[in-house]
């Protein structure tokens, strides 16, 4: 897809001249005041679900996805189709009361956030360019999904040991900036705190406190088709489970985070309304009548996600091409079949719910495939950690993702509506 270039410097002028729309359900929002009810919105998917078609009165916020980080710290990029839906989007959102922010990163977009953050002459470009997006399209908010300070991420990340003191003198700089004061600003994080010059999480991130409104904990992709095992994609636990099947969860993230001094009440959970498959043969599937609990899988091929073929290709910014995915939204695997229009499993499929991670499974005994992923069980169970442990509310991957609101329904109603 072609992408456009966002000229942002103050001395430029700004150079911007798969499945059926979902209804949304217009109902009076009923969470306790304060929590955050947050959504990402995948712009590639604007045609399909147009902004009109979300449950806006069900979210305090929803976040633009993605504007990408360049070379140039003066410029970010988004896609022609991505600048063709903003002014509709934040329309919405503003229409319903709602924070409409944008995402800036991302898996393939934090390429160059190491450098546009390196030098206090980049920071403050930096800092102009994304007020100056703000302004233009009457953003609410920002939102920062670098993957990851100090790490290659992707592959291909310009890095440095000074990533998160940089990033930090940078959310400083943008918090006080007469335009960023007034934003929101908020992060998508890593289950462990970020990075520090020595290669370890920090200990103390106390002072991204005081810039930031709230981290979302991306905790999800915990487990998938790079792994030994059929893991949960999004765990809500794993201290139940054996020593070596524990790879990370809510509840560790939290500990993590909280551990390093950041506030709990500015915690968002991040959750995940989609899942990964596994080719797993049925005599290592199911034991008993039974679905076995992390089985071995065969790594290749990959199946097919929701829209994809055994042919589906993508290549990333570091030129590496790999696919297919094998991801399924949970609106995917109702229409693939694997669950019912409720959300519940099909007749012809297996289902295990996991008690430790709190998190189902489905596998189609006919292909072979075995999927993880959250139910409305899964939601309501992290709903109610989110309401147990005070955390600022969840943020969901994405609002596409789910089928007529089931998922956000759930965690709603058990935070507290």
Wanted: include cysteine; glycine fraction near 8%; charge should be neutral.
């Amino acid at each position: 897809m072609k992408k456009i270039l966002l000229l942002l410097l103050a001395s430029v002028p700004f150079a911007f001249a798969h499945h059926t729309p979902l209804k949304a359900r217009q109902i009076s929002r009923s969470l306790p005041s304060g929590v955050v009810a947050a959504s990402w919105y995948p712009s590639w998917l604007g045609t399909t679900v147009p902004p009109e078609s979300l449950s806006w009165a069900k979210y305090t916020s929803v976040t633009f996805a993605f504007a990408l980080t360049t070379s140039n710290p003066g410029a970010v990029s988004i896609d022609s189709n991505g600048l063709a839906l903003l002014p509709r989007f934040v329309a919405q959102a503003k229409s319903h009361n709602v924070k409409a922010m944008m995402t800036i990163g991302g898996w393939t977009g934090s390429q160059f956030f190491s450098s546009n953050v390196a030098t206090a002459a980049n920071r403050t470009i930096f800092v102009k360019t994304l007020t100056q997006l703000a302004t233009k399209y009457q953003l609410d908010g920002l939102d920062f999904d670098w993957e990851y300070p100090n790490q290659s991420g992707i592959g291909c990340n310009v890095m440095s040991s000074s990533d998160s003191a940089n990033f930090l003198l940078f959310l400083q700089e943008l918090k006080q900036d007469p335009v960023g004061s007034k934003l929101i600003i908020s992060a998508a994080v890593g289950i462990t705190p970020f990075t520090g010059s020595d290669g370890k999480p920090m200990s103390d991130v106390s002072a991204f406190a005081d810039s930031l409104d709230w981290i979302a904990l991306m905790v999800y992709d915990v487990w998938g088709s790079w792994s030994d095992f059929v893991g949960p994609n999004a765990p809500l636990a794993d201290s139940c489970a054996a020593a070596n099947l524990q790879q990370g969860s809510a509840e560790s993230a939290v500990a993590a985070w909280t551990a390093a001094n950041f506030p709990i009440n500015k915690i968002v959970l991040g959750v995940a309304a989609y899942g990964h498959s596994f080719s797993v043969s049925k005599k290592v599937a199911i034991v008993k009548s039974q679905l076995a609990p992390y089985p071995t899988f065969v790594k290749s091929p990959q199946p097919p996600g929701e829209g994809e073929t055994a042919d589906t290709k993508t290549t990333d910014p570091c030129g590496v091409t790999s696919g297919p995915t094998g991801v399924f939204n949970f609106e995917g695997l109702v229409t693939a079949g694997y669950l019912t229009s409720k959300g519940s499993p099909a007749s012809n499929i297996l289902y295990r719910f996991d008690n430790c991670s709190q998190t189902p499974y489905v596998y189609n005994p006919s292909t072979s495939v075995e999927i993880s992923y959250d139910d409305a069980r899964s939601f309501a169970s992290k709903g109610s950690f989110i309401k147990a442990k005070t955390l600022k509310g969840f943020a969901m991957w994405h609002a596409a993702g789910d089928y007529k609101d089931i998922l956000l329904d759930s965690i709603s109603a058990a935070i507290g509506t």
